[in-house]
């Protein structure tokens, strides 16, 4: 990679990551679902009017919207909203390649070698310690919601490889118009109309702040840069770059918050990083998928064969995004 691309990856990485902290950030100032509806409608407006038709079947679009944007996301904000750290947060969700390998193995037949398992392995031990040690110190019904939206995240993985979208900020951007009324209707049912005003009522420059950065930056900047990486370098050598995610995580998160990182939040970081790694740098698959499944991976990947690799908040998908 060229420096300048090199930079760009660096750079989407540091904003998926700090992203987990501004989301902390804004659930000050709105409610969990609300604060989704809010992104996914500044990310598609007006982005919507500048990018042009969709170029996938809506069905794929949809499905993504209602996967990524409603459940993903939702399950993610309300999980934070519920005391789950920012940094660990950014940590858990990749976790999502785990998920990602188990539907494409269930639904498209793609079965992983040894090494990617024993990767997988790995990254689920790091879980285990993470689960453990936010058992003892913080709710574990909070992160079992992050766990969740983690799993979502792999459906929706599996979904956009089979989309198979030629343009991914087209994409994203005609995704984000699908979860934005399903979560209005889920804040107004669930947080309450008075709650949702007085949110609005009270908007203030940080309140802006935020919504722009997790749409605008995040979003639309995140996912429309990482497609133009991907167009110009293979997916092994833009995938890797990722996992800096809960690196600029955790380390935004302890500088910005105050969040503490012990020693067993390190051991889990390593677990999961280095379990991820070998999931998804680890050379292709053992047996061949079925065609219409290797059709399908070819026009989403020059390696047909490697995990999709979605970076968190988008995100996304990312995942990366995530990113978030």
């Given at each position: 990679m060229?420096?300048?691309?090199?930079?760009?990856?660096?750079?989407?990485?540091?904003?998926?990551?700090?992203?987990?902290?501004?989301?902390?950030?804004?659930?000050?100032?709105?409610?969990?679902?609300?604060?989704?509806?809010?992104?996914?409608?500044?990310?598609?407006?007006?982005?919507?009017?500048?990018?042009?038709?969709?170029?996938?079947?809506?069905?794929?679009?949809?499905?993504?919207?209602?996967?990524?944007?409603?459940?993903?996301?939702?399950?993610?904000?309300?999980?934070?909203?519920?005391?789950?750290?920012?940094?660990?947060?950014?940590?858990?969700?990749?976790?999502?390649?785990?998920f990602t390998a188990a539907v494409a193995f269930a639904?498209?037949?793609?079965?992983?070698?040894?090494?990617?398992?024993?990767?997988?392995?790995?990254?689920?031990?790091?879980?285990?310690?993470?689960?453990?040690?936010?058992?003892?110190?913080?709710?574990?019904?909070a992160f079992a919601l992050v766990v969740a939206a983690a799993a979502c995240w792999g459906v929706s993985n599996v979904l956009t490889r089979r989309a198979a979208p030629p343009d991914a900020l087209n994409f994203m951007v005609w995704v984000s118009t699908v979860p934005v009324l399903p979560l209005l209707a889920l804040s107004l049912?669930?947080?309450?109309?008075e709650r949702d005003l007085a949110a609005l009522r009270a908007l203030d420059r940080q309140g802006v702040g935020t919504v722009v950065y997790v749409a605008w930056i995040t979003t639309v900047f995140g996912f429309g840069a990482w497609g133009w990486l991907l167009r110009h370098h293979p997916?092994?050598?833009?995938?890797?770059?990722?996992?800096?995610?809960?690196?600029?995580?955790?380390?935004?998160?302890?500088?910005?918050?105050?969040?503490?990182?012990?020693?067993?939040?390190?051991?889990?970081a390593a677990l999961l990083v280095g379990g991820v790694a070998l999931a998804s740098l680890a050379p292709g698959r053992t047996s061949p998928a079925p065609?219409?499944?290797?059709?399908?991976?070819a026009r989403t990947s020059p390696e047909p064969a490697a995990p999709v690799v979605h970076p968190v908040d988008v995100g996304t998908s990312g995942r990366p995004g995530a990113g978030s």
């Amino acid at each position: 990679m060229r420096p300048a691309h090199l930079a760009l990856a660096v750079l989407v990485a540091a904003v998926w990551g700090v992203n987990f902290t501004v989301v902390e950030i804004g659930l000050g100032h709105f409610p969990p679902l609300l604060f989704s509806a809010l992104r996914f409608l500044v990310a598609a407006v007006p982005a919507v009017f500048l990018v042009g038709r969709p170029k996938v079947a809506w069905k794929w679009i949809v499905a993504v919207g209602l996967v990524l944007g409603v459940a993903k996301f939702g399950l993610l904000f309300v999980g934070m909203d519920a005391g789950m750290p920012a940094g660990l947060s950014s940590l858990v969700l990749q976790i999502q390649s785990v998920f990602t390998a188990a539907v494409a193995f269930a639904v498209l037949g793609e079965r992983p070698t040894r090494v990617r398992l024993l990767g997988m392995v790995v990254a689920l031990a790091g879980i285990g310690v993470a689960a453990v040690d936010e058992g003892a110190s913080g709710p574990l019904g909070a992160f079992a919601l992050v766990v969740a939206a983690a799993a979502c995240w792999g459906v929706s993985n599996v979904l956009t490889r089979r989309a198979a979208p030629p343009d991914a900020l087209n994409f994203m951007v005609w995704v984000s118009t699908v979860p934005v009324l399903p979560l209005l209707a889920l804040s107004l049912l669930t947080e309450g109309p008075e709650r949702d005003l007085a949110a609005l009522r009270a908007l203030d420059r940080q309140g802006v702040g935020t919504v722009v950065y997790v749409a605008w930056i995040t979003t639309v900047f995140g996912f429309g840069a990482w497609g133009w990486l991907l167009r110009h370098h293979p997916a092994s050598t833009v995938a890797p770059f990722s996992l800096l995610v809960p690196v600029f995580g955790m380390t935004s998160a302890a500088v910005l918050l105050d969040e503490p990182v012990n020693g067993a939040r390190w051991c889990a970081a390593a677990l999961l990083v280095g379990g991820v790694a070998l999931a998804s740098l680890a050379p292709g698959r053992t047996s061949p998928a079925p065609a219409r499944t290797a059709q399908a991976s070819a026009r989403t990947s020059p390696e047909p064969a490697a995990p999709v690799v979605h970076p968190v908040d988008v995100g996304t998908s990312g995942r990366p995004g995530a990113g978030s």
